[in-house]
């Protein structure tokens, strides 16, 4: 089992290392720092331009190889490089991905939540009026693109806070950088900014997960394990969450495992609409504002957590399976 | 056990002593397009405390739905009525949480899927303890003791560590033992045995119907047993039920029932079981057509398409299920009276075809073609553990030096339970490449010698294959005529030839040229697996090898395939290996035999010397094992039961690898033993063209000799 | 009273009901496809999902000539004009007519989930069905590249991509089909490998079948329900990336239109001009909604067990 375990470690630290390096290299030729000179009044002189552009290991004119092998080098002695502003990528990275993980933590668990429970309570009513309400709400849900549910509810909140005649629910930024007060009032000024966040991403994250759920017991539901419980003289009640939800519960959990690892690779939409700084807001950021390294440094990040995520996910099959538990 | 004495001078009478009373018991399932399935058309009978009744049906008869609904685990949109009563209180209409009272307590069900009818995430010892605690209160800990001592009583070594494993660490015939387990936890009054066989080798099945006799030595329950094989109830049930398309047709002691049948149907299962006690290669009774479908029935008696005594009375009336003689025995047939008093028996009532002899088969063996030969085939492959962490874990011996040769026109029947490696030899045969170790000779070419694709697909002409599922062994979404021309195409035959020979083949398997362009959906099994057959003989091979090609099937269409097998074998002098789990088929249709057990073989030679006088003790526990559809020798036979279950290939025992559970080695004294510890014995001759590898081989007789005469019994 | 058993019945349909040599002689039994369609059309849903398609295309494509408004030509005499007679869903702040950009934007929309699902499902397929069935090495190296496009955030590398194929629609349905066709070809894949021992492909096989040949022949047609279902949620993932994409500024760059950019323009002004919001993000949900509905109408379709009344 060593050796496997190395031997997939290995497997993924170059899958790891190709991903990067593409996205680095695409980047790389693609995007044009050069940008950020055009228009300055007055001009800024090109050898300037290219002392400030060769400082930060981002100029057009060094071939493309040399940049990337100087960013390796860097990289190697954990220096992710810099970006344009002159702020170093790695510190920023870690800031942000604190600020994502804060913002995903609570959605994710609540959506993991009403997921699993209204697919199994919609199978176990399969065919009857809540299965269908509910199995056509999450296709509604999922028919909808975020960013059209992030902003009609900004409008529903808007709407709410005209009705009510003050500031009920706040859907831009992380926090108040005005307010006063102590503890509680910052606690719960966060947790204000938090709502409409967090109900998009619950609903988006319950409304795939519920069908998902709905399915997985819908196949336990006709097994021949749980018309055994029930010859045994169990309950309908108890052979169904006993027996059958526990068994489908192995599929989604894993569904489930996934997206709570990546918790710190942001929400792009979300994030974006409602004015946070996390990872998904850096990501369009890096591209828009032609960041070679931030966008590297986003993909390593986004490949790492993948990675640790279905590593994860294996674990949580083996704790909740035996049948796949190293025998 | 009850001894047929007994059972003829029971009387029955509309009982006190009824544990069970199902009175016109009717279930129709609803579906698509309000079409209904009338699974169950009015059954009634009753059970007597502690009596065994066996059930007897081919798929689709009903027997296992009207079981079903005595647990009251139909869907809820069946429609059931009629009237169950256990034990005076009746079932239909219960409310859930009554019912559930009942169920596992007074009322028993053991399911037939052992590999997916326990939860997979809970331990065995759990899942007893938990059908103990839904009904008593008795404490965790008294719990787990009494389930240590229920997984005992069935016959699991180490209960007390194996209570903790997790079902799929349970081979199917342990798991089976632990559903028995729990069935028996309250001391049920009525326990139900659904079809216990149709997962499980013979052995494991021949283990299973010892424990469920110890269970109802232990219980004193009554028992249902369903079943399609007639063989299994015969030395086991009090009285038999056949059943026919949702109808009770024939009701009676298991003597009236085996020896005097009053109804075809019974008649036609009885002559279609091929026989152990049947000597030599011989015909069988086929059962033409198949079983009605239950959403449009024919009006009048359902069998009447199939049954060669059908008159005209029969298209216009279902005949009831009336007394025969006496009120024991009845049957639902307009024409049990005319049968009764001609004293037709089955061969009476069908015909039994010719069979033919091909002309190779007149010349002596040895100067025969050889069509296959093998000698010393090795396969061994990597045993992986685990599904997320992988890692070898050792290798599986699967087959570890196999010889044997097929003549032309010869059949070789190879047999052993599951894992003992058959699979493996026929798929290493049927790759043509060389082998780890050995050789692989078709039609006189060694398989070491083919070195291309081009050489390889040459030989394939002359060696072809039939698989066990005439389900998946045609592509759904091709024609049947399209299937029958892939062979052909591939082999670059052209058009013209080509159609013309699907209308031969289609000819020659009793089919209809007109079948060409229909799905395979459209087919019944046993109309599927004659597609798969004429498939096989398209190119014209030398060679066929047979898959279990009629395990799949319902016992009553089995025989029209064999057969067809063994007609085909005749017209074209073909060569079959084939290979099954089921001595009495191979009984039938086999002229040698070789026995596989953990990838060798250990006895081998022509079948009427091999099952006359089996001299490994594999050989004889296997023949014992196979049951008889004769009550009298059923009650009377010694059969010997294997202990445990097949070791792993992967780590078979030393010496002789079937010590560990060898019946003969536990009567040798320590000296003798260590011969069998020590060295694999060689195959010792036992008679022309009989050998065995056991180091003490000696032959017993196992099998009850065919009666002269049949005995006929009547109530009086 | 107890667990619906869907198997129980199938049990009691399939060997009596198709199994019956009555059925053979007497009735045929309707071809597979019919009974799809039969299924398919009992769903009120899937049908409600057709409808609303063939609608919505119908709109796009056709009703976009109804107005007299073309989608690039602004009404200098109605800025940011509620809808009415003659600017059907209104006017944006430069007088563009909203009714001919929300169509124009669909086209687009509408065509680039078709291609690029054609695309990923064709590819899925291929790769999928190939490393199942040939195994060993080519499995290992098609797998890994899989698992090498699944771990590239491929909406970055769009979005990075995004200036070279300034409104190139080839180039554009290339990549957003190059980044979703991986988890489609790990179940082709899966299900290959189960297909592979399937009877009537050993068959095959043993009578000299080459293995491309099987994998066209028996392998892809009884994958056919799959990939179907498959190429319609990769229309609305398409869709959605495309949409996502835009909405970003990284996919149909302007002067082009795309729901997603007439959706990001409209974002700012979502409370105080709501049509500009609601019909385009209303028109992009009712197709997605309408390719949702029609996948999973056909899953029930083809797997009965988890669907509709037997």
């Not at chain 3, 000539?65 to 003659?86: I, L, M, R």
Request: aromatic letters at 6%; a neutral charge; hydrophobic letters at 45%.
């Amino acid at each position: 089992m060593g050796k496997y375990l190395v031997r997939r470690l290995i497997n993924y630290v170059v899958l790891v290392f190709i991903a990067t390096s593409l996205a680095y290299l695409l980047a790389a030729v693609s995007l044009n720092p050069r940008e950020h000179f055009q228009g300055r009044n007055p001009p800024v002189p090109v050898t300037t331009q290219d002392r400030i552009l060769s400082a930060y290991n981002i100029n057009d004119k060094t071939p493309v190889l040399d940049r990337y092998g100087h960013w390796l080098d860097d990289l190697v002695h954990g220096n992710l490089g810099r970006d344009f502003d002159g702020g170093y990528v790695g510190a920023n990275l870690s800031r942000r991905m604190w600020v994502s993980g804060q913002l995903l933590l609570i959605g994710t668990i609540l959506g993991g939540l009403v997921g699993v429970g209204a697919g199994a309570w919609a199978a176990v009513r399969h065919k009857r009026v809540a299965d269908y309400s509910l199995t056509q709400g999450a296709f509604f849900i999922l028919s909808c693109p975020t960013f059209v549910i992030a902003i009609l509810l900004q409008v529903g909140a808007t709407r709410l806070n005209d009705a009510v005649g003050h500031r009920l629910i706040s859907f831009s930024g992380q926090s108040d950088p005005a307010l006063q007060g102590g503890f509680f009032s910052h606690l719960g000024d966060r947790l204000d900014h938090l709502i409409l966040p967090t109900i998009t991403l619950m609903l988006v994250g319950a409304a795939g997960l519920m069908l998902y759920q709905r399915a997985a017991m819908l196949d336990v539901l006709g097994s021949d394990y749980v018309r055994t419980a029930r010859a045994k003289g169990l309950r309908r009640r108890t052979a169904l969450t006993k027996h059958a939800l526990r068994t489908a519960l192995i599929p989604s959990m894993t569904i489930f495992t996934f997206s709570f690892a990546t918790i710190f690779v942001g929400a792009i939409f979300t994030e974006v609409i409602f004015g946070w700084h996390g990872m998904g807001e850096w990501f369009v950021q890096t591209i828009q504002g032609n960041d070679t390294n931030g966008v590297a440094a986003v993909t390593a990040v986004t490949a790492v957590l993948i990675l640790i995520a279905s590593f994860l996910q294996d674990i949580i099959v083996a704790l909740l399976d035996p049948r796949v538990r190293v025998g | 056990m009850t001894t047929a004495a007994e059972v003829r001078t029971r009387e029955p009478q509309p009982d006190e002593s009824a544990i069970l009373v199902v009175d016109d018991l009717h279930v129709t399932f609803p579906t698509l397009g309000g079409t209904k399935v009338r699974a169950v058309r009015g059954l009634s009978y009753q059970l007597r405390r502690g009596e065994a009744l066996g059930i007897v049906g081919e798929s689709g008869s009903g027997k296992s739905v009207s079981s079903l609904a005595m647990m009251g685990l139909l869907p809820r949109t069946t429609q059931i009525s009629g009237s169950i009563r256990l034990d005076g209180k009746e079932l239909i209409g219960m409310h859930d949480r009554e019912a559930s009272e009942l169920r596992g307590k007074k009322i028993s069900m053991i399911f037939q899927e052992p590999l997916s009818a326990l939860t997979p995430v809970y331990t065995v010892g759990a899942q007893v303890v938990e059908a103990l605690r839904v009904h008593t209160d008795l404490s965790k800990e008294r719990a787990q003791a009494r389930a240590v001592e229920l997984l005992d009583l069935v016959g699991i070594p180490n209960p007390r560590e194996r209570a903790k494993a997790f079902p799929h660490e349970f081979s199917g015939g342990m798991r089976q033992r632990v559903m028995i387990a729990m069935a028996i936890a309250n001391d049920p009054d009525v326990l139900i045995a659904d079809e216990q066989s149709t997962a499980l080798d013979v052995n494991i099945h021949a283990q299973i119907l010892e424990v469920l006799q110890t269970a109802r030595r232990e219980t004193g329950a009554a028992v249902i047993m369903i079943t399609h094989d007639l063989g299994v109830v015969a030395g086991l049930a009090d009285r038999v039920l056949v059943m026919y398309a949702g109808r009770p047709v024939e009701l009676g002691t298991t003597d009236e029932v085996y020896y005097a049948p009053r109804m075809p149907y019974t008649m036609g299962l009885l002559g279609s079981i091929p026989r152990l006690d049947a000597s030599g290669r011989s015909a069988l009774v086929p059962i033409e057509g198949s079983p009605p479908s239950l959403a449009n029935l024919p009006s009048g008696c359902p069998f009447r398409p199939r049954c060669p005594l059908a008159i005209d009375i029969c298209a216009e009336e279902e005949p009831p299920l009336e007394s025969v003689r006496g009120a024991s025995h009845r049957a639902a047939c307009h024409r049990k009276e005319e049968i009764e008093t001609n004293g037709w028996s089955v061969g009476d009532v069908f015909p039994v075809p010719e069979l033919g002899i091909a002309p190779v088969e007149r010349l002596p063996r040895e100067q025969r073609p050889v069509a296959l030969a093998v000698e010393g085939l090795v396969k061994h492959y990597p045993l992986m553990k685990g599904v997320v962490f992988k890692r070898r874990v050792g290798t599986v011996q699967a087959v570890d030096g196999v010889d044997f040769d097929i003549r032309e026109g010869e059949t070789l029947g190879l047999v052993g339970e599951s894992g003992c490696g058959k699979t493996t030899t026929l798929l290493q045969i049927l790759e043509l490449v060389k082998p780890q170790a050995g050789t692989i000779q078709v039609a006189g070419k060694d398989t070491n010698d083919l070195h291309n694709a081009h050489a390889r697909k040459a030989l394939r002409r002359d060696l072809q294959v039939v698989f066990q599922d005439p389900q998946a062994s045609l592509d759904p979404r091709l024609p049947v005529g399209d299937v029958l021309a892939e062979p052909m195409r591939t082999h670059g035959y052209d058009r013209k030839h080509i159609d013309a020979r699907i209308k031969e083949l289609l000819g020659l398997v009793g089919l209809e040229a007109g079948h060409a362009g229909r799905y395979p959906q459209e087919f019944s099994g046993g109309q599927r697996q004659r597609v798969g057959i004429a498939r096989a003989l398209a190119l014209e091979p030398k060679l066929v090898v047979l898959d279990e090609p009629v395990s799949a099937l319902d016992v009553s269409i089995r025989a029209g395939v064999i057969n067809l097998l063994m007609q085909l074998r005749a017209e074209l002098s073909l060569s079959y290996l084939f290979v099954a789990h089921d001595l009495s088929v191979v009984r039938v249709i086999a002229d040698r035999v070789a026995v596989m057990y953990l990838g060798r073989i250990v006895e081998i030679g022509v079948v009427d010397s091999v099952y006359a006088s089996p001299s490994h003790p594999y050989t004889q526990a296997l023949l014992s094992a196979i049951p008889i559809p004769d009550p009298d020798k059923e009650r009377t036979r010694e059969r010997i039961v294997l202990q445990g279950d097949l070791p792993s290939p992967a780590d078979p025992p030393s010496g002789c690898r079937f010590r560990t559970r060898c019946q003969r080695f536990l009567t040798l004294t320590e000296g003798e033993k260590q011969l069998c510890i020590d060295r694999y014995p060689p195959l010792i001759p036992m008679g022309p063209d009989h050998s065995a590898a056991c180091h003490y081989a000696e032959p017993v007789a196992v099998i009850p000799e065919q009666s002269k005469e049949r005995k006929r019994r009547r109530s009086t | 009273m107890t667990v619906p058993s869907q198997e129980l019945i199938g049990t009691v349909t399939a060997e009596s009901g198709i199994d019956g040599t009555a059925m053979l002689d007497e009735t045929r039994v309707p071809s597979r496809g019919r009974i799809i369609m039969r299924r398919f059309v009992k769903q009120k849903s899937a049908v409600f999902g057709l409808v609303l398609l063939v609608i919505l295309v119908f709109m796009a494509y056709v009703g976009i000539h109804f107005t007299k408004w073309g989608y690039a030509q602004p009404d200098y005499n109605s800025f940011a004009v509620t809808p009415n007679g003659s600017h059907w869903f209104g006017t944006d702040a430069a007088g563009g007519d909203l009714y001919a950009m929300t169509m124009r934007g669909a086209q687009k929309s509408i065509l680039i989930g078709l291609l690029v699902a054609v695309l990923a499902t064709g590819l899925a397929a291929i790769v999928g069905a190939s490393a199942g069935y040939f195994g060993k090495w080519v499995d290992g190296v098609l797998m890994w590249i899989v698992s090498l496009l699944l771990i590239i955030p491929g909406f970055l590398i769009i979005a990075i991509l995004s200036p070279h194929f300034h409104n190139n629609l080839p180039l554009f349905v290339f990549f957003l089909g190059m980044f979703i066709w991986q988890i489609t070809a790990r179940i082709v894949r899966g299900q290959t490998l189960s297909l592979r021992e399937r009877e009537y492909v050993l068959a095959a096989k043993y009578m000299g079948v080459s293995g491309g040949r099987i994998i066209v022949r028996h392998i892809l047609p009884n994958l056919a329900s799959l990939l179907f279902i498959d190429a319609t949620v990769n229309v609305s993932t398409a869709v959605l990336t495309e949409t996502g994409l835009s909405f970003f500024g990284f996919g149909v760059q302007p002067p082009d239109i795309s729901l997603g950019t007439l959706i990001q323009a409209a974002q700012t002004s979502a409370t105080t001009q709501p049509w500009l919001f609601l019909f385009p993000a209303g028109f992009l949900v009712l197709l997605l909604l309408a390719v949702n509905l029609i996948g999973q109408g056909l899953r029930d379709a083809f797997d009965p067990s988890t669907g509709i009344a037997v």
